[in-house]
């Protein structure tokens, strides 16, 4: 499965010069833990990184800063994380694991911004993926059972392991 099939399209960005009241602000209205941060100064809004919900609190609040004096652009790294929408997701795990990051900015052909994708999405993929194996799995027990009746009166699999027991006990 491509990154770009599963990652948030609707970026939400905030210009670095805004106060962490503004993004805090942002990200409340939006419904949103980050937002990519942009130089709006540059002819083209120049992605100069992310800030997260944990960098405001962690980094900011915990340490006595002003929210409303704080530029957003103070809490940037300036390391931005980004992965091409066609990348498989095994791929951007290893880009997640390998920076250390819970989000990366994912990217068209052109290198233009067109997501993001969190570990919340990953996980939410994955577990749709596990559910369609197990979804396999019964549905082909379930059909050996249909197509092979049990031998001499034995219980099908499909009773809870309970009600079989107590069918078993009863027929002794």
């Known amino acids: 499965m491509d990154i770009g099939y599963i990652c948030q399209r609707g970026v939400v ?22 937002l990519v941060v942009v130089d709006d100064a540059t002819e083209k809004a120049l992605v ?15 340490s006595g800063c002003d929210p409303a004096s704080t530029q957003v652009g103070s809490l940037v790294t300036g390391q931005v994380f980004s992965v091409s929408e066609e990348m498989g997701v095994d791929d951007a795990i290893g880009v997640m694991r390998g920076a250390g990051v819970r989000r990366l900015l994912v990217t068209d052909g052109d290198q233009e911004l067109v997501g993001v994708v969190s570990l919340d999405d990953l996980m ?3 577990a749709s993926d596990l559910n369609g194996v197990v979804s396999v799995i019964r549905t082909g027990l379930k059909l050996e059972e249909e197509a092979r009746p049990p031998l001499n009166g034995a219980m099908p699999r499909s009773l809870p392991l309970r009600a079989a027991y107590r069918a078993e006990r009863s027929l002794g």
């Open 124 to 126: 939410d993929a994955l």
């Open 48 to 62: 100069v990184g992310v800030v997260t919900d944990r960098d405001i609190v962690v980094g900011s609040l915990a």
């Open 13 to 34: 960005t905030i210009d670095r010069m805004c106060n962490l009241v503004d993004a805090a602000g942002m990200m409340r209205d939006h419904h949103v833990g980050a």
